[in-house]
């Protein structure tokens, strides 16, 4: 099993910025990409960013391409959310995923393994 524990969720207003990571102990998983989920309450998980094992590759929920930015180092097996320019609408939990392969998708269903999220306030 992999375990995902995340931090660095928080009290922020907004224009702020917060730096989320997600480090994966456990059974190693084998080469696939991580992603980052977010959930509102009364709305359901919607997906934020995901990225590649090498790193090469990124994708972007359109409500938050150009303020955040994934990355991951696999020496220290952690991916990181760095979130600025932070706005009301970024209030959730933020959870992290890990897929055991394959390539980095868009949609939660396929992801194996999931944190159990830290909660992000911005505040008007």
């Known amino acids: 099993q992999v375990q995902l524990v995340e931090s660095g969720g928080g009290l922020v207003q907004a224009g702020g910025s917060l730096r989320l990571s997600c480090a994966a102990s456990?059974?190693?998983?084998?080469?696939?990409?991580m992603g980052w989920f977010r959930q509102a309450p009364g709305k359901e998980r919607e997906f934020v960013a995901t990225?590649?094992?090498?790193?090469?590759?990124?994708y972007y929920a359109d409500s938050v391409k150009g303020r955040f930015t994934i990355s991951r180092d696999n020496a220290k097996n952690t991916v990181y959310l760095q979130m600025n320019s932070l706005k009301p609408e970024d209030t959730a939990v933020y959870y992290c995923?890990?897929?055991?392969?394959?390539?980095?998708?868009?949609?939660?269903?396929?992801?194996?393994?999931w944190g159990q999220g830290t909660q992000v306030t911005v505040s008007s």
């Open positions: 995923a890990a897929n055991r392969g394959g390539v980095p998708v868009m949609s939660a269903a396929p992801y194996d393994y």
């Open positions: 990225i590649s094992w090498s790193g090469a590759s990124t």
């Open positions: 456990g059974r190693t998983f084998s080469r696939g990409p």
